[in-house]
């Protein structure tokens, strides 16, 4: 069983960074895709990118693509998620996840592992 633990969110302005991290423990994710996804107050939880197990392949949802990028450092068990010029839509808590498989996936059905999520607040 592995655990992710997130860290690094907090309160920015719109246009700022913050860059989040998920260090994993009890079992190695270097095989495994990682994603992260994010959920706002009276919303569905949406996904928001994704790096398969290599980090060959990333995918990133329409509305974080140019701003967010998702990177993972296996050698420390840690995926990131780098957050420029952030919105206030950008607000939500953020939780990463590890994938039940190697290939990059947006379904939240395929990730088998969550951390408790970090909250991003964005203020205009």
């Known amino acids: 069983q592995v655990q992710l633990v997130e860290s690094g969110g907090g309160l920015v302005q719109a246009g700022g960074s913050l860059r989040l991290s998920c260090a994993a423990s009890?079992?190695?994710?270097?095989?495994?895709?990682m994603g992260w996804f994010r959920q706002a107050p009276g919303r569905e939880g949406e996904f928001v990118a994704v790096m398969n197990w290599s980090g060959g392949t990333t995918i990133a949802a329409d509305s974080v693509q140019g701003r967010f990028t998702i990177s993972r450092d296996n050698a420390k068990n840690t995926v990131y998620l780098q957050m420029n010029s952030l919105k206030p839509e950008d607000t939500a808590v953020y939780y990463c996840a590890k994938a039940r498989g190697q290939r990059a996936t947006m379904r939240k059905n395929d990730y088998d592992s969550w951390g408790q999520g970090t909250q991003v607040t964005v203020s205009s």
């Open positions: 009890g079992r190695t994710v270097m095989l495994y895709a």
